[in-house]
């Protein structure tokens, strides 16, 4: 007989993930949900959108940044396998490899036609440069009478 630790907690948690399987398009195979959700942060300065995303161990040629319909940025790429060889024996496999591709509707200030990429060290960044704001002209109309 073996003894079972349990968390005491573990009625208490609701998975808010459950279930999100049942809502990934049939069509993701293994390979490409491995590594499909490549994590991106995007943040919004005064001059630009700037996405940085991790892809460590992803080569500046397995990468592919497009801008899609006008406004949105896909980045894309695939993470490859390391060769197996017979000789070798796998211990533990954590790092996922696979296909990747992620999508950003872009606001409509997005200069498009100018946005730069750049991979350094496992972290690509887009940098998506913001069209500026006209500002409205206020024309101040005299009141007769």
């Known amino acids: 007989m073996s003894i079972v ?13 459950d279930g999100f399987c049942s809502i990934v398009p049939a069509s993701w195979d293994s390979e490409t949900a ?26 500046k040629e397995e990468v ?9 940025l ?12 017979k000789k070798e024996k796998w211990h533990r496999v ?6 990747f591709v992620r999508r950003f509707q872009l606001p409509e200030n997005a200069k498009v036609e100018d946005v730069k990429a750049g991979l350094e060290n496992g972290v690509l960044t887009v940098t998506v440069p913001k069209a500026e704001v006209k ?7 005299e009141i007769s009478g």
């Open 5 to 17: 630790r349990r968390c005491p907690f573990a009625d208490l948690w609701v998975d808010p993930f």
């Open 64 to 72: 592919k940044v497009e801008v899609e319909d006008g406004n949105v």
């Open 74 to 85: 896909v980045v894309s790429g695939e993470r490859s396998k390391e060769k197996e060889d």
């Open 135 to 141: 500002k409205p002209e206020v024309k101040t109309i």
């Open 34 to 59: 491995g590594f499909a959700n490549a994590r991106v942060d995007w943040k919004e300065t005064p001059e630009a959108h700037v996405f940085k995303a991790d892809l460590p161990g992803v080569k």
């Open 94 to 99: 954590e790092r996922s490899s696979g296909k």
